[in-house]
Antibody, heavy 120, light 108 residues
Framework: QVRLQESGPGLVKPSETLSLTCTVS??????????WAWIRQSPGKGLEWLGS???????YYKTSLKSRVTISVDISRNQFALRLPSVTAADSAVYYC????????????WGQGGLVSVSS | DIQMTQSPSSVSASVGDRVTLTCRAS??????LAWYQQKPGTAPKLLIS???NLQSGVPSRFSGSGSGTDFTLTINNLQPEDFATYYC???????????FGGGTKVEI
């Protein structure tokens, strides 16, 4: 059974870069059957899909965040990562990584989530 | 982007009740809809895909229906472990967008 685990700082200063990593176990991130996604949840905005990456590095981002979000994949480490520069308080949220089947585009496995607060 | 509207925002129910939750899309998404259950402090859990496909391991008291713009999630014989928040998600417009509804909280 696949498991996903987020890691990274829980506190980021305004204007700095939020960086999170998701480690996948119990399954290969190189599988061609899945995308790997980042989703965040905040009280004000609910659940928000940020973007997805395929094993070959192809990326797909939420249109309104396209200029800010970078998602990358590291097959050798079975990890994928999120980078969000120039953060503000509005970026404070619980960040989840998730697995997204190519056929369906829902999220069938999720990490436990990591709370990231943006504050000086 | 397609907007997803869930109603009601919260519902009070008792063990054994039948509960029907509604999700409406701002445009036709055919049957590209998923439902999730989320309990406090945990990640959402996928219940249903393609509007009515129950995921493996999900109790049969959960069912989904609908197509186009109007969808429902029905929970028959509500159990104590079913008190949670339920979200719908449209999966029709990837890779441009994947959007969630605002959720319905099922309370005792």
């Amino acid at each position: 059974q696949v498991r996903l685990q987020e890691s990274g700082p829980g506190l980021v200063k305004p204007s700095e870069t939020l960086s999170l990593t998701c480690t996948v176990s119990g399954g290969a991130i190189s599988s061609r059957s899945y995308y790997w996604a980042w989703i965040r949840q905040s009280p004000g905005k609910g659940l928000e899909w940020l973007g997805s990456v395929w094993y070959n590095g192809d990326t797909y981002y939420k249109t309104s965040l396209k200029s800010r979000v970078t998602i990358s994949v590291d097959i050798s480490r079975n990890q994928f990562a999120l980078r969000l520069p120039s953060v503000t308080a509005a970026d404070s949220a619980v960040y989840y990584c998730a697995r997204q089947p190519l056929v369906g585009d829902y999220f069938d496995s999720w990490g436990q989530g990591g709370l990231v607060s943006v504050s000086s | 982007d397609i907007q997803m509207t869930q109603s009601p925002s919260s519902v009070s129910a008792s063990v054994g009740d039948r509960v029907t939750l509604t999700c409406r899309a701002s445009q036709d998404i055919k049957t590209w809809l998923a439902w999730y259950q989320q309990k406090p402090g945990t990640a959402p859990k996928l219940l249903i895909s393609r509007a009515s496909n129950l995921q493996s391991g999900v109790p049969s008291r959960f069912s989904g229906s609908g197509s186009g713009t109007d969808f429902t999630l029905t929970i028959n014989n509500l159990q104590p472990e079913d008190f949670a928040t339920y979200y719908c998600q449209q999966t029709n417009t990837f890779p441009r967008a994947l959007t969630f509804g605002g959720g319905t909280k099922v309370e005792i």
